[in-house]
């Protein structure tokens, strides 16, 4: 785990799991610790692991140390994205990445039904 050892552990296994050896550039750049807890605006070309990069950034504070979510009674974070295929493709990227985290990642989107999203929201 040599390459991921400043990122939360359960993420560092999901990237191991997802077979990347190493973090893109974007994704470096996010998780440097010079960056602290500053909030980042993040522009990068597609494909340069920029969704990862965004659950990357958000799990010290999410996880606040644990290895694990406990139970929560609201959501903990909110991605908005401008189209409902991009939001499906943030859902999907996040589902794997904190899959050994026990989150719970769900998407609410237009056209879809309301009283599945509502049961997996709650």
């Known amino acids: 785990m ?14 191991e799991k997802r077979g990347y050896s190493e973090l893109t550039a974007v994704q470096k750049a996010v998780v440097a610790p010079e960056l602290g807890e500053a909030d980042a605006l993040v522009s990068a070309q597609t494909g340069s692991g920029k969704t990862v990069a965004f659950g990357l950034a ?5 996880l606040d140390g644990a290895e694990r979510f406990g139970h929560a009674a609201a959501p903990l974070a909110l991605a908005v994205a401008p189209t409902r295929e991009l939001a499906l493709q943030v859902t999907r990227e996040l589902e794997w990445l904190y899959e050994l985290t026990g989150a719970t990642v769900a998407s609410c989107v237009g056209g879809m039904d309301m009283r599945s999203e509502r049961r997996v929201l709650e």
Not at 2 to 15: D, G, Q, T, W
């Open 2 to 15: 040599s390459n991921f050892e400043a990122l939360v552990p359960a993420l560092a296994r999901a990237l």
């Open 58 to 62: 958000l799990a010290p504070t999410l």
